[in-house]
């Protein structure tokens, strides 16, 4: 009978401890710090706005850039995130990518011009997380809003002889913010690493400036660039 109930109590005794040990299995609780490195792949649907020419070279430059398109690839770059946990549902996020370089391409009654200008981005990023479901979870679906300022650096304008009417190597783009639209899930593979992926929404609007140089000397040329960009994101994270 002894041999029966110590056996019975240390049935009981494993069960209690597991259930302890689950309790406190997972992360994402108040708080917890978490660091996450993955991939971003960064999808921009381009507009472009009118290019308006002003100098010696705007009577040639502006016909031909009227109804001009642009486009700018996809890219795919390293992104980092601090996530902070103030509450067991609400936390808030930092990221910062390594900026990706991005190529603008024009259309205009000429054709293309490929490469018309290449820049690199960058967009360091908050954002305000809220969690559903519980600390003790594997799965926590969230959904999230913040802003990120937008910025532009290592201007290269293309050095085509039309390009040149408007900039050669001399090009800005102007900094920005824009709000942040963001929706994810965490798999938290133990109480240290998880998985994090998650889609966001930016509409970022910039304004471009070309300064011509060669056969448009004099002449500047200006537009605005509607990037309503769509970031997918992929990140492995650890507690600590």
Known sequence: ILETDMTSISKIALACAALVAASGAFAQKAGDNIG??????????????????????????????????????????????????YTDNIGGEVTL???????????????????????????????????FNTPQDKIRPYVGFGVSHVSFHNITASQEASIQYMAGTDASMSSTWAPVYNAGVIYNIDDKWSINGSVSYLPIKTDVTFIGK???????????????????????????
């Open 97 to 131: 990518g390594i900026p990706p370089k991005l190529t603008l391409d024009f259309v205009n009654q000429n054709g293309l011009h490929s490469g018309a200008a290449t820049v690199k981005a960058w967009t360091p990023t908050v954002v305000a997380k809220y969690f």
């Open 214 to 240: 060669g056969p448009g000397a004099g002449t500047t040329t200006t537009n605005t660039i509607t990037l309503n960009t769509t970031d997918y994101v992929i990140r492995l994270g650890y507690r600590f």
């Open 36 to 85: 996450s490195i993955g991939l971003a792949y960064i999808s921009p649907q381009t507009e472009v706005g009118p290019l308006t020419s002003v100098g010696p070279a705007a009577g040639l430059f502006n016909p031909a850039n009227r109804d001009a398109t642009g486009s700018i690839a996809a890219q795919t770059t390293v992104s980092f995130s601090l996530l902070h946990m």
